[in-house]
Every structure is written in C-alpha cells, then in structure tokens.
C-alpha cells in the first residue's frame, strides 16, 4: 500500500472524482482574513502532522494547535515559532504542561479544573506567566457523528456553560497567581457541515461572556474552533471555505462590537479541512473473493490500519481504479481491507470497473484522520507518504520496516 498526498494549491481544486475540495492553507487565510483582518488560522495537527507537513504549515503563515506532547515535539523538531502554537486536551500531562512551558507555547487551551490547578503550579516553579485560554462547551449539537460531537453537556471537553463549570473557571482562571487568561475557545465537533451551529456557538458563547467583563476578562482571543467539513463522497457536499468564513466573521464582528469586546484575535483551526483532500491513499487489490447474489469482495493491501474512519464512525468514501481510470462502470463491489476484523471495510457496494488482482485503488479525501489515526494492528507496518506538486514527488515518510515495529520492544 502507498500513498500520494497532493498539497492543494489554488483555491479550490476537484480531481477525477469530482468531488468538491475542502480548501486549503491560503484559502483559510484568504477568506478569513479579508473578512476580519486580526484573524489567524490554526492548523489542528491531530488531522495529520510530521515534521515535513509543520514546516509547511509554518511557511503558509499557519499557526498549530497541538494535542500532545507528541505532537508539540514534531513542532519543535520542524523549528515552528512556540508562540504560534497553542495546546489543547482534556488530560494534558505534567510533562507535557512542563515542555509546552519550557519551549515558551502561545497559549495553553485549559480544560479542566485540575489543568488549571497544575498548571498555575508549573508556571509558578518555573517563575513565568502563562498565557491561557479556556475551552468552553456551550451545549450546542452540531449534528455530526456522536464520537465526534463535542460541544454539548455530555461531553468530556470542555468547562459547561449550562452546569455553571464555565462561570467557576473563569473566575478561578481570572485569580490564578501565575495564569493570564487571554481567551475562549469552544469547538462543536467535526465534520460538521452546517453553518448554524457556529453562527450559533458564537453568539451563545460571546452572549454569556459579557457578564464577565466587569469582572475583568479579557477577551484578546476569541476561537470557536475547526470542524469544517470537506467532500467524502459526491452526495454530500460542504460549504465553501468562504461561506464558513463569512457566517463566523460576520457573527463574531457584529457581536463583538454590540457587545463591547472590541476586535479579538479570531483563530479557527482547521485539520481535516486542509490536509484531507490533499491525500489520495494508493491500494493494490490482492484476492477477491465472489459470494453470487450476496456480494463481490476486492481485498486491498491496507485498510483499518491505516484508515480506521470507516470501522468507527462508518464514514464512507469514494474510490476509483487508478490504474485503468478510462473503465466503464461494471459491477458492484466492497473493499476490503487486510486486517483480521470483518468489520474491515474500506468501501461497501460501490460501482466499480472489473478490478483484478495487481489494480491500484485510488481512495480520495484520506489525508486527514487516516494517516494520523494508523496503527501496527496485525504487525502491519504504516504506508510510506509522498508528497507531489507539479510534476515533483517527495518522500516525507518512508514504509515502516518490520524492524521499526520491534524497535521499542525490550528483548
Ligand atoms: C479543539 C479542536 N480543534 C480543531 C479540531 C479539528 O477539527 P477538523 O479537523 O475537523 O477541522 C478538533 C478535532 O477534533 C478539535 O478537537
């Protein structure tokens, strides 16, 4: 199995598969910051990162928001500026909090009460002031996939605007010794391919901040969040990245005006948005197995090891037989993958050419997500990643070896 990822250039691209795009890095910048100039867009890594992928989201003027220390040390390995990051997550560790501080972060998005307890510590120890944000959940239902809902109460993100955890964090974030809280977050989910629930987060969540303000909060940053959506399969389109960005600048400049909380920074950080059309996953199809009347397997050499999507979320796809793209429609048939779960399916009943053994299947908007949530289930080593523009390809990771696998083993 191997795998293309095509960094989208323009500002909206569709390949053979017709398939909207999701947008890309200058595109983000573009709609948002014309629209609201004191913006910034924050590339979610957890959609995908490797030191190659940070460098060029450093380049395109991208800020990052990390998840892990994982991720926070990819950053740093690719030299991108500590203070265009900012960390999230709902049970940072000490360690993590200790070398977000120590290589200088942004911003630490907290989470929890416990965060903030620890963290005041850390940066007390230390003798700094961090700047901090607090991630809201202000109970809004963005009508995505349940695993990946994340804005209302029963949620394990966020403090709850509605059980009055928000109104407690504020306060102590406001009086903690070492903290300085510069912002609110709050993200909904994803991918969510409504506009109304940001329209909505943001006037729920600048609505119930005003109450704050005589208190002293400082509103310097405002995000809620990413989540935007991009085209898996031809039947369900996303918005446009303008239209995203014309829904949040237009509610979060209207209320931030009426409400007297000036122009804050607005961060949006999209993941899945920017890198998943940019990944085409490449399979060769092995054994393919014909139940008549019931269904047409086509085995794939990859599969939930390294696109699990489809076995939690039964997210769907769209594939094409990249290695005859001029055969006629044929028959109908399931991909499946090579791991030892029957619930390992790539695509099922999708209308597809004749395929045999020795094909290359071509799955589009696997960028995102894919890559990111991969494993060694079975002891399958992870796929290589290219990278291509123009006519040029790059390596930017190579095939794990069966080597590689054993490496942290002790013998
Ligand atoms: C806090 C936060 N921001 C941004 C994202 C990115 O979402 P997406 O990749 O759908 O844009 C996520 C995804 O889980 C998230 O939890």
Redesign the pocket.
Known sequence: MWSVWRRSSGPRCMCSTRIPCGGCAAEFRTEFGTRYPNSRV?Y?S??FVNPAIARIVAEEGLGL?V?SGGELAVARAADVPPDTIYF?GNNKTPEELEFALDYGIGQI?VDSFHELEVLDAIAGERGVRQDIML?LSPGIDAHTHEK?T?GILDSK?GFSIETGDAAKAIRQAMSAANLDLVGI?F?L????FELEPYELGVEVVLNYLTQFKEEGLRLEIF?P?????IGYVRSEPPPQIAEYAESITKYTSRLCEELGFGTPLLVV??????V?RAGVALYTVGGIKDIPTVRKYVSLDGGMGDNIRPAIYGSEYEAVLASRMSAPPAEVVTLAGKYCESGDVLVKDITMPVVEPGDIIAIPSSG??APSMASNYNLNGRPAIVMAKDGDARLIRRRETYADMMMADVF
């Open positions: 924050a979610a957890k959609a928001d998840v999230h998005v991630r990946t994340t993100f977050h993200h989910g994803s991918p969510i995000s969040g990413g989540g935007f959506a950080e999209p993941g899945r948005s920017i998943g995102a997500y």
